[in-house]
């Protein structure tokens, strides 16, 4: 099992096959003062997996801080890689929103998506205060 493509977004969705996203490519807020909400992520992550990876995984979403503390509630879900009748290798787009986002911290922060222990994407995310 392959990341082939993983980022933080405004919005996304997949539609017959076609990734189509917004927004791509946040890696950092900023506001005034911490505490500091952001409204919503939207994490992709497309992953590649050969017919022997097929069948029901466990996904775990954790956003951690400066001091490796869950920022949010970790996130787990069943997950099913579908094999494909035919074909070797598949793709599975994954797109997941986390909402009302608050970060306590400056600094750096990251998004870690883990499939059944393995981690497949850490997007990091700075946080930032004004300045002014």
Known sequence: MNTELAFLCDSASDDRGKLHALGIGID???????P???PRFIIVCVVR??????GEKTMGIRLLDPDAQDTIAPIEQGITFSPRS???DSKARIIVEVNSVTFNSVGPHAFHVVIDGNEMARLPINVNLRSG
Do not use: I, K, N, P
């Not at 950092?28 to 911490?34: L, N």
């Not at 997996?49 to 097929?54: R, T």
């Open 49 to 54: 997996y050969s017919a022997v990876e097929s």
């Open 28 to 34: 950092s807020v900023q506001g005034a003062s911490v």
């Open 86 to 88: 035919g074909v070797v």
């Open 36 to 38: 500091l909400t952001h």
